[in-house]
Nanobody, 117 residues
Framework: QVQLVESGGGLGQFGGSLRLSCEASGSGIRAYDMGWYRRAPGKEREVVASISRRGRTDYVDSVKGRFSMSRDNAKNTVFLQMNSLKPEDTRVYYC???????????WGQGTQVTVSS
């Protein structure tokens, strides 16, 4: 069982930066593929970025070149550095951990990011 707690959300400025953190407890994240998702009100949750257990990263096209995901397995924490923020980045952001065993799929409670224009 993995518990995930996101932090770092809040109000950002257009063109500014925010850094989200997701700290895991209950189990180390070394064996987990980690992801950041986001959802706007009334919309489906979408993947923003992911980092595999080997450190490979992928990003949705809308954030490529602006967002960067990283992981620190020793601290059981993943990060999402968000630069060049846009108003359309305003969403609730969720951290996800997927383990190698079926059913190992965990979510954080989400953190609100609001970007003012």
């Amino acid at each position: 069982q993995v518990q995930l707690v996101e932090s770092g959300g809040g109000l950002g400025q257009f063109g500014g930066s925010l850094r989200l953190s997701c700290e895991a407890s209950g189990s180390g994240i070394r064996a987990y593929d980690m992801g950041w998702y986001r959802r706007a009100p009334g919309k489906e949750r979408e993947v923003v970025a992911s980092i595999s257990r080997r450190g490979r990263t992928d990003y949705v096209d809308s954030v490529k070149g602006r967002f960067s995901m990283s992981r620190d397995n020793a601290k059981n924490t993943v990060f999402l550095q968000m630069n060049s923020l846009k108003p359309e980045d305003t969403r609730v952001y969720y951290c996800n951990a997927k383990g190698p065993v079926v059913g190992q799929d965990y979510w954080g409670q989400g953190t609100q990011v609001t970007v003012s224009s």
